[in-house]
Nanobody, 116 residues
Framework: VQLVESGGGLVQRGDSLRLSCVVSGSSFSIKGMGWYRQAPGKQRELVAAMANGGSTYYADSLKGRFTISRDNAKNTVDLQMNSLKPEDTAVYYC???????????WGQGTLVTVSS
């Protein structure tokens, strides 16, 4: 499985940004997809996830601002981020979840910087 993220960049407080992750390779063992982020000096945290059946998970602090979606025809998983805040500044990673529930394949990450 190969994952390639895109869409990061420098934005201002209140702006929106859409991240995209292209999924390629053998995907039969993928149970779901997730977006993580890691801010400087902090641990990596799960931002949003979507199971193959369509159910979603969002970190409590991000509900209402972030939306995860997938396009099976394009093999992409997107993360729409609205009303961005400086504390959303982080490297955002796309990851695939295996049948055992572990996220075992990761993209290279895309940097999102939100200025105040």
């Amino acid at each position: 499985v190969q994952l390639v993220e895109s869409g990061g960049g420098l934005v201002q407080r209140g702006d929106s940004l859409r991240l995209s992750c292209v999924v390629s390779g053998s995907s039969f063992s993928i149970k779901g997809m997730g977006w993580y982020r890691q801010a400087p000096g902090k641990q990596r945290e799960l931002v949003a996830a979507m199971a193959n059946g369509g159910s979603t998970y969002y970190a409590d602090s991000l509900k209402g601002r972030f939306t995860i979606s997938r396009d099976n025809a394009k093999n992409t998983v997107d993360l729409q981020m609205n009303s961005l805040k400086p504390e959303d500044t982080a490297v955002y990673y796309c990851a695939s979840q295996n049948l055992y529930g572990y996220y075992d394949y990761w993209g290279q990450g895309t940097l999102v910087t939100v200025s105040s």
